[in-house]
């Protein structure tokens, strides 16, 4: 598995083969943030409701996280393969 380290160097490595400008990594940053910000904006929208529910979601992330690997894999399989289409 790759790091986060080689990730952004090969989004950023995509971008310069592509010969675009690198603020076009944005989008990708701002969903990333906002991904990794969920369990804090549940809390703050839904207080008690979002504690007690975030454990079980952790619990259940645990629990099924191959699938959730294998389900990772398959979109950024979709995004190399769409890619070497064009």
Same mark, same amino acid.
């Given at each position: 598995?790759?790091?986060?380290g080689?990730?952004?160097r090969? %989004?950023?490595?995509?971008?310069a083969g592509h010969d675009? *400008?690198?603020?076009?990594l !944005? *989008?990708?940053l701002?969903?990333?943030l906002?991904?990794?910000a !969920?369990?804090?904006h549940a809390?703050f929208?839904f207080g008690?409701?979002a504690?007690?529910? !975030?454990p079980?979601i952790r619990?259940w992330?645990n629990?099924? #996280?191959?699938?959730?690997?294998?389900?990772? %894999?398959?979109i950024?399989v979709?995004i190399v393969? #769409?890619? !070497?289409?064009?």
């Open positions: 598995m790759l790091g986060y080689a990730r952004r090969g %989004i950023a490595g995509s971008l675009k *400008p690198w603020w076009h !944005l *989008p990708f701002c969903l990333t906002l991904l990794l !969920l369990p804090l809390l929208a008690q409701r504690a007690a529910a !975030l079980k619990n992330a629990d099924h #996280s191959w699938w959730v690997s294998e389900a990772v %894999i398959l950024f979709a393969v #769409s890619d !070497l289409l064009k």
